[in-house]
C-alpha cells in the first residue's frame, strides 16, 4: 500500500523567507505526485503535479518542487513567501494498478509573518 | 468553463437523519471521486465513479453511506442515519480521463454537521 508523510503539521515562515514544505511517499512503482494547497472553507487547488519527464516541476504562484526517486521525497519549494500562501499544503499520490484514487498526506498549514 | 459544483456547502442534520450530498462535474468530466476530510486530518478516499458506474468503493464505510453517478444529473453521496461521527467536510473531484496521472478537480465540499 502506498502511503505519503509530510513532516511538520505547521511550519512558519516570514514574509519574504524560503518556504520549504516536505513529502515523502512510500510506493513499490513509480508515482505520480501532486501538491494541492486548501484556502479557509475552500476546495483544494492543484498547485503542480509530476508524472514522468523533468524531475524539477514548476507550478502556480512561484511554488515548485522537485522529485527525487533515491529520497523518495517530492518537498514543495518557494524562494519568497507572501503573506496569500498561508494556507494548507497537501501532498498526495497516484500510481498504476487497480486504484485511481488519490492518497493524501496529513497536510501542512503554512504560516507567514509579517 | 465551470468548475466543480458541490451543494448545499453547509448541511446541519440531527443524529438519525439522512444527509444527501450532490456533486456536478466540471463540463465534459464523466469521471466522479469523493473524499472525506475529517477535522485536522487530510483527505481520505471514499468512492470514485464513472457514469451509472461505481468503479470502486473501496473507502466506503460498509453500512449507511451509498454513491450513485447516474445519467443525467448530479452524483450523489447518501448518508443515512447520520451519527456525529460523520461530521466532516465531503469533497468531489472530477477528472475528464481515469489515467492515473490526470488531474482530479476539486469542489468547494460540503460541510456536514451532526448535531
Known amino acids: 500500500a502506498q502511503s505519503v508523510t509530510q513532516l511538520g503539521s505547521h511550519v512558519s515562515v516570514s514574509e519574504g523567507a524560503l518556504v520549504l514544505l516536505r513529502c515523502n511517499y512510500s510506493s513499490s512503482v513509480p508515482p505520480y505526485l501532486f501538491w494541492y494547497v486548501q484556502y479557509p472553507n475552500q476546495g483544494l487547488q492543484l498547485l503542480l503535479k509530476?508524472?514522468?519527464?523533468?524531475?524539477l516541476v514548476k507550478g502556480i504562484n512561484g511554488f515548485e518542487a522537485e522529485f527525487k526517486k533515491s529520497e523518495t521525497s517530492f518537498h514543495l519549494t518557494k524562494p519568497s513567501a507572501h503573506m496569500s500562501d498561508a494556507a494548507e499544503y497537501f501532498c498526495a499520490v497516484s500510481k498504476s494498478g487497480s486504484a485511481r484514487q488519490l492518497t493524501f498526506g496529513s497536510g501542512t498549514q503554512l504560516t507567514v509573518l509579517p | 468553463n465551470a468548475g466543480v459544483m458541490q451543494n448545499p456547502r453547509h448541511l446541519v442534520r440531527r443524529r438519525g437523519q439522512e444527509a444527501r450530498l450532490r456533486c456536478s462535474p466540471m463540463k465534459g468530466h464523466s469521471h466522479v471521486y469523493w473524499y472525506r476530510q475529517l477535522p485536522e486530518e487530510g483527505l481520505k478516499f471514499m468512492v470514485y465513479?464513472?457514469?451509472?458506474?461505481?468503479?470502486?468503493e473501496s473507502g466506503m464505510p460498509k453500512e449507511r453511506f451509498s454513491a450513485e453517478f447516474p445519467k443525467e444529473g448530479p452524483s450523489i453521496l447518501r448518508i443515512q442515519q447520520v451519527v456525529r461521527g460523520d461530521s466532516a467536510a465531503y469533497f468531489c473531484?472530477?477528472?475528464?480521463?481515469?489515467?492515473?496521472?490526470?488531474?482530479?478537480?476539486f469542489g468547494p465540499g460540503t460541510r456536514l454537521l451532526v448535531l
Open positions: 465513479l464513472q457514469k451509472e458506474n461505481i468503479i470502486d
Open positions: 473531484a472530477s477528472s475528464p480521463t481515469a489515467a492515473y496521472q490526470e488531474t482530479q478537480y
Open positions: 509530476y508524472t514522468t519527464g523533468a524531475t
